[in-house]
């Protein structure tokens, strides 16, 4: 994670933003949970299909990459590493939602609902952080 300005050339990416929307938000919380545990390459160069969990870049996707999605909530990443990003975020973050909204944006994040009570917000990543994992079927896994 980077976070010092963009001339002093490619330090300008905030770790977090998983979905290519420019926001770090409840919605990357829903992908870290669905690649959480996966061994994944941590060389993910330009034109690598997103999403790219392992935010830290040490080859498996855990906690530690949760907590850049915690500490940057509610942040805009400032541009894509690829260029071409304009930092502009197209809406607000979203930090707190329902399931019915999730799936009316066809999403399938239910998963990330860890304290299940039905909506998607910061006490499910702080569920996160204390350990508590999500239910994942071998149905759902298969799917993805
Ligand atoms: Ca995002
Ligand atoms: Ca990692
Ligand atoms: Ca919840």
């Known amino acids: 994670m980077f976070r010092d300005t963009p001339r002093f050339d490619g330090n300008w ?7 290519d929307d420019h926001i770090i938000d409840i919605l990357d919380f829903g992908i870290y949970i669905a690649e959480s545990g996966r061994i994944v390459s941590p ?10 969990a392992d935010i830290n ?10 907590s850049f999605i915690q500490i940057n909530l509610g942040a805009t990443d400032l541009g894509s590493c690829c260029g071409g990003g304009t930092g502009a975020a197209a809406a607000l973050p979203v930090i ?3 399931a019915g909204e999730i799936e009316l944006m ?3 994040l239910h998963h990330a609902d860890l ?6 917000n ?13 239910v994942k079927s071998a149905q759902t896994r298969d799917q993805q």
Do not use: K
């Open 13 to 19: 990416l905030i770790g977090g933003n998983l979905n």
């Open 43 to 52: 060389d993910t160069p330009c034109g690598t299909p997103s999403p790219h």
């Open 57 to 66: 870049g040490d080859g498996i996707v855990d906690v530690l990459d949760l």
């Open 96 to 98: 707190h939602i329902s």
């Open 106 to 108: 066809g999403l399938d």
């Open 115 to 120: 304290n299940g009570d039905g909506i998607l």
């Open 122 to 134: 910061e006490a499910d990543i702080t569920a996160a952080l204390q350990g508590t994992s999500p």
